[in-house]
């Protein structure tokens, strides 16, 4: 939601096995440096996949979610989840 081409780095979509423990609030998931990411065990194996501003995608552990996420430039990134 938050993504631009100013901040490459930025999260534009992911797989919806990503979770930080947090209450959706209007189908909206906010990924904040206070509250850790992580992927659950529901597929990829606690991995999954990000497509980034930059239009690049990678496929993520949790320690590199977490990486990937402080580098955003921001300390919160929203995603719409279904």
């Known amino acids: 939601?938050?993504?631009?081409?100013?901040?490459?780095?930025?999260?534009?979509s992911g797989d919806h096995n990503i979770d930080n423990g947090a209450a959706l609030n209007n189908s909206i998931l906010e990924l904040t440096t206070n509250r850790p990411a992580r992927w659950t065990a529901t597929m990829h194996a606690n991995q999954g996949n990000i497509a980034m501003a930059?239009?690049?995608?990678?496929?993520?552990?949790?320690?590199?979610?977490?990486?990937?996420?402080?580098?955003?430039?921001?300390?919160?990134?929203r995603l719409a989840m279904p």
């Open 54 to 77: 930059d239009g690049s995608v990678r496929t993520l552990n949790i320690a590199d979610l977490q990486k990937a996420l402080e580098k955003t430039g921001t300390n919160k990134t």
């Open 1 to 12: 939601m938050d993504a631009t081409d100013t901040r490459p780095g930025m999260f534009l």
